[in-house]
Each structure stands twice: as C-alpha cells, then as structure tokens.
C-alpha cells in the first residue's frame, strides 16, 4: 500500500486550502523535507495524514523542556505527525518543539507538521468544546489543528481533568450535541479534519445516523494482540480511517502488557526478516491500512520506528499473526476496579481477576453482570493450597457465580478432581455458608498498584470500598 494519491507526504489538501492562520516563516532556509518517507493517507475531509505518529505521553510524564526536545528529536529523524491531547500535558511542550523547529529550519511551514488533539470528557458538554479547543490551541500556540478528536464517548461532569475518573462524575453522552460544535470547530477552521477515538462500531453508527461532517478518524486501541478485525472492516465500509494507539501493546506501561513485544510469532517473523519485533507490529499496523500512534522517547528506537515501509509481510506471515491470541488486558489494574472504566465502549468484554471463595469480589461480579463483562476467575483455589480438601466445592461455587474457572494443576489426578464440578450443585443454605466465610486476598497487588502517581491513590480506591 502507498499514498493514496501517490505522493510522498507533504501535509496539504486535495481539494481547497485552508483559510486557518499558519506559521509559515519563509525566510528561514528549510531542509528538505525528512518525513517525505512516510506515507500519507487521504482522510474523508480531503486532507492528507502522515500514517506514522508520534505519541506525545507516558507515565510519569518527563518535565516540559524534556518532552520538547523529545519531540524536537522526533522532527529530526523524520516525524510529521504528532498525538497529543488536552489530557496529556503535552500540547505546551509540542507547540514549544514546533516553535523552535520553524525557529531552526527543521520544517518550512506549519504546514509541515499534522498535529492531532483531543477533547477531554469533562469539555464534551457542546457549550464547551469550541473553548476547549481554543484552549488546545493556545497550548499549542497554534491557530488550528489538523486533526481534533472526541477522546472517549463519555461525558464527565465540568471541571478538573481527571484520570482515572470517578463513577460518580459520569453523565449519560451528549453525542449529538459534542459532534454538533466538533463540526462548528471545523467550520471555524480551527480544526482541519474531526473525528472520534474509542468508539465501537455501535457507537459509530449513531454518530453517522446524524452527522452533517462524519468524523475522518477513529483512534483505537489496535495491535497484533488486539486486532479489532470487525471495527476495523466497519470503519473501512464507512471511510473512516482508523489509528492505532498502543501499537506495541504499551509494554513497560500500567496500562499495557507485553504480549506484543513478547509474542513468539511476531519474533520469528521479525527473526525470519531481519527486523526488530516492533517494526514487524507496526508494519502490520500499516498492512491492515491504518496509521500506528506509538510512543518512543529514544532516539533510536524513534528511528527504528519509522523503518517499516519498503518492505512487507507475506500472506503467510500474515496469516500466522491473525492467529495471535487475543488479549485486550488494560493492565491488571483494571481488572480490579472496573467501575472506573464504565462507559469506555472499548472496555473488556472479559476480565481476569483473582476470585475464590475467600476472595469473593461480589460487588465486581455484579458489575461485569450488568456491563456484560465475563469474569474468569485465577487462584480459584487459593494459589497457595489454602482451600485444598474442598476444591471441587471451591470450583463450582465460582462456577455458580457465573464466573469461568482458571485452575493450574499439573497434577492427573487433581485435573481430573478438577472438572468434576458439574452436574451437581450448592443448596442455598451451602451457598449462605460460604457467603460467611472470612475474607482474605492472597495477591498482595497494593504494592503493585498504589501509589501517588499510580492509577489507584489508596486502597480503598482499588477495591472500590470493598476492603
Ligand atoms: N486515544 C486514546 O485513548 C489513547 C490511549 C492510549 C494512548 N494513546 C496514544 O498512543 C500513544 C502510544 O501508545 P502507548 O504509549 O500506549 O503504547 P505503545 O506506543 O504501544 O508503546 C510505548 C512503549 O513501547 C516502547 N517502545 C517504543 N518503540 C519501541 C521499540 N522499537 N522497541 C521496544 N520498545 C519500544 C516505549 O519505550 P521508549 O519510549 O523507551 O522507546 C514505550 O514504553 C500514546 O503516547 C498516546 O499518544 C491514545
């Protein structure tokens, strides 16, 4: 696949110009254009993306001078398209980096560059998303955006940007009204293309059944170990381009894993080619027609990154990826606090989480219940043996809980002990006993998921008051 029109990736519209305020400087002397080798996409709103971006974020944030070297860097070896968000703290550092690299050359015009933002749940009220925007704009000391996304279809209560948000500051989303004054943005010109991330095919449809301007992007969590098939084919039908955030499955990051940079079928490809892992998953990312927004803050790896057009995979290769196994893990945290998440379209259909009898997790149960999550339930025993001696009535209990089982033995006999928890049942008044049993969890995750700057402040926020 090449650029749709067959040019190299100079950011400029097929079809009318811009009538936006740019940077252009015109007396500092340009070197040519490095990103030239990316190619672009054509958008539905007629303008063109580069389909490699920069993601701007991570945890802990680095100070601001940091980033905007960082991001200078990135502009050095080639970057044109960056992913920030009003969320993100970066639009400051971004525009600096933008700034100074007019200042030195590095890119001739504004125009060089395709700046992504997006609005945050506690701006998606529609009387708030044009002076959000304006407030990303001024951040990025810019006078439009290439591309402004809806975040998150969920609507939080004005106010403070939070993350994780709380249960409590969630109201029903205006989709109407927040893509009514997105399509304002882009009449203003403030925004050159519009569009939306973490929406699901259903999502996307009530957004299309009104839209006057249908949105150009939808930006979703995709790699080989979350594929997305059916919403990437539904976004295909509609003309809406997808991109990928946690191409590489954000290994090293809370809310990430490592079942893509660890994953033994991309290593023998990557192996079988003379490629690194990560170039083998973003040039997948590429093959599937869709734009990859990763995260790297090394120079090396950044260049690394952008090494994946030139070359392709082979149906066979291709093949053998599609059979990667799935997991849409949003780290473990997750899992253990899944009220936080409520609303996000794309959060898990299923969740694991230590669950047994003396770890009942009732309250997560009847969550996932009526948000149509399906627990599977690890150290159903225990871990350490400490249920032994019961452990069918352990099993079925789970099983009773409408929760799948995850139950390690290595052992003929226990395998066997193990799935005998079936044509049988607890009487209610066994059912009441276990109810009583004494609570104790055996992870010790507080060490794992608490602190300052983690995703769960205290403890009681990582049981969501279940402790
Ligand atoms: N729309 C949304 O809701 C949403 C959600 C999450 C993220 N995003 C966007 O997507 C961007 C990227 O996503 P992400 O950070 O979650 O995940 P990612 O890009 O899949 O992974 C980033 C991690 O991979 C490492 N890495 C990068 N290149 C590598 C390479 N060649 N080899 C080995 N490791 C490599 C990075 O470390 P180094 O920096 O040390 O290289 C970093 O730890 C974010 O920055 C953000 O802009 C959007």
Same mark, same amino acid.
């Given at each position: 696949?090449?650029?749709?029109?067959?040019?190299?990736?100079? #950011?400029?519209?097929?079809?009318?110009?811009?009538?936006?305020?740019?940077?252009?400087?015109?007396?500092?002397?340009?070197?040519?254009? *490095?990103?030239?080798?990316?190619?672009?996409?054509?958008?539905?709103?007629?303008?063109?993306?580069?389909?490699? $971006?920069?993601?701007?974020?991570?945890?802990?944030?680095?100070?601001?001078?940091?980033?905007?070297?960082?991001?200078?860097?990135?502009?050095?070896?080639?970057?044109?398209?960056?992913?920030?968000?009003?969320?993100?703290?970066?639009?400051?550092?971004?525009?600096?980096?933008?700034?100074?690299?007019?200042?030195?050359? %590095?890119?001739?015009?504004?125009?060089?560059?395709?700046?992504?933002?997006?609005?945050?749940?506690?701006?998606?009220?529609?009387?708030?998303?044009?002076?959000?925007?304006?407030?990303?704009?001024?951040?990025?000391?810019?006078?439009?955006?290439?591309?402004?996304?809806?975040?998150?279809?969920?609507?939080?209560?004005?106010?403070? *940007?939070?993350?994780?948000?709380?249960?409590?500051?969630? %109201?029903?989303?205006? *989709?109407?009204?927040?893509?009514?004054?997105?399509?304002?943005?882009?009449?203003?010109?403030?925004?050159?293309?519009?569009?939306?991330?973490?929406?699901?095919?259903?999502?996307?449809?009530?957004?299309?059944?009104?839209?006057? #301007?249908?949105?150009?992007?939808?930006?979703?969590?995709?790699?080989?170990?979350?594929?997305?098939?059916?919403?990437?084919?539904?976004?295909?039908?509609?003309?809406?381009?997808?991109?990928?955030?946690?191409?590489?499955? $954000?290994?090293?990051?809370?809310?990430?894993?490592?079942?893509?940079?660890?994953?033994?079928?991309?290593?023998?490809?990557?192996?079988?080619?003379?490629?690194?892992?990560?170039?083998?998953?973003?040039?997948?990312?590429?093959?599937?027609?869709?734009?990859?927004?990763?995260?790297?803050?090394?120079?090396?790896? *950044?260049?690394?990154?952008?090494?994946?057009?030139?070359?392709?995979?082979?149906?066979?290769?291709?093949?053998?990826?599609?059979?990667?196994?799935?997991?849409?893990?949003?780290?473990?945290?997750?899992?253990?606090?899944? $009220?936080?998440?409520?609303?996000?379209?794309?959060?898990?259909?299923?969740? %694991?989480?230590?669950?047994?009898? $003396?770890?009942?997790?009732?309250?997560?149960?009847?969550?996932?219940?009526?948000?149509?999550?399906?627990?599977?339930?690890?150290?159903?025993?225990?871990?350490?043996?400490?249920?032994?001696?019961?452990?069918?009535?352990? %099993?079925?209990?789970?099983?009773?809980?409408?929760?799948?089982?995850?139950?390690?033995?290595?052992?003929?006999?226990?395998?066997?002990?193990?799935?005998?928890?079936?044509?049988?049942?607890?009487?209610?008044?066994?059912?009441?006993?276990?109810?009583?049993?004494?609570?104790?969890?055996?992870?010790?995750?507080?060490?794992?998921?608490?602190?300052?700057?983690?995703?769960?402040?205290?403890?009681?926020?990582?049981?969501?008051?279940?402790?």
């Amino acid at each position: 696949m090449e650029d749709a029109d067959g040019s190299p990736g100079n #950011i400029n519209r097929t079809s009318s110009s811009s009538s936006a305020p740019s940077l252009s400087i015109s007396w500092v002397h340009c070197v040519p254009n *490095m990103g030239e080798n990316v190619p672009s996409v054509v958008l539905s709103s007629g303008w063109k993306m580069p389909m490699v $971006a920069l993601g701007t974020t991570t945890e802990p944030l680095p100070p601001p001078q940091v980033l905007t070297s960082t991001y200078l860097t990135a502009i050095e070896v080639g970057y044109r398209h960056f992913d920030t968000a009003a969320l993100y703290n970066t639009e400051e550092p971004l525009g600096h980096a933008v700034a100074e690299a007019l200042r030195r050359g %590095l890119v001739c015009t504004r125009d060089d560059l395709f700046i992504t933002s997006k609005l945050w749940c506690t701006d998606a009220h529609p009387d708030l998303v044009i002076p959000a925007l304006k407030n990303t704009l001024r951040k990025l000391g810019l006078g439009y955006v290439d591309l402004y996304l809806i975040h998150s279809p969920t609507r939080l209560k004005k106010g403070e *940007m939070v993350y994780p948000f709380n249960k409590e500051d969630i %109201l029903p989303f205006d *989709m109407r009204g927040t893509w009514e004054a997105m399509e304002e943005c882009s009449r203003l010109g403030l925004a050159k293309s519009i569009g939306v991330s973490n929406f699901d095919c259903e999502k996307l449809s009530q957004l299309l059944a009104h839209a006057t #301007i249908p949105p150009a992007v939808n930006q979703v969590k995709v790699n080989a170990s979350w594929q997305e098939r059916k919403l990437i084919e539904f976004c295909k039908e509609k003309g809406i381009h997808v991109c990928a955030w946690s191409p590489l499955g $954000a290994n090293g990051s809370w809310w990430g894993s490592n079942s893509v940079m660890n994953s033994p079928i991309l290593n023998d490809i990557a192996l079988a080619k003379g490629k690194t892992i990560a170039q083998v998953a973003l040039r997948w990312i590429y093959e599937q027609g869709a734009t990859a927004v990763v995260k790297s803050f090394n120079e090396g790896r *950044m260049k690394e990154n952008l090494q994946i057009f030139g070359w392709e995979l082979s149906g066979e290769e291709l093949n053998k990826i599609s059979q990667s196994p799935q997991s849409r893990v949003f780290g473990s945290g997750k899992s253990f606090s899944l $009220a936080k998440f409520l609303d996000w379209t794309n959060y898990p259909k299923r969740s %694991l989480v230590e669950l047994n009898v $003396a770890w009942q997790q009732k309250k997560l149960i009847d969550f996932c219940k009526e948000n149509g999550i399906h627990l599977c339930a690890w150290s159903p025993l225990g871990a350490y043996g400490t249920l032994r001696g019961s452990n069918a009535v352990a %099993l079925r209990w789970i099983y009773e809980q409408g929760v799948s089982v995850v139950v390690k033995s290595f052992n003929k006999g226990r395998m066997k002990e193990n799935i005998q928890i079936f044509g049988w049942e607890l009487s209610g008044e066994e059912l009441n006993k276990i109810s009583q049993i004494l609570q104790q969890r055996v992870f010790p995750a507080e060490e794992l998921f608490v602190s300052a700057k983690g995703p769960y402040k205290s403890l009681d926020e990582l049981w969501d008051g279940e402790i």
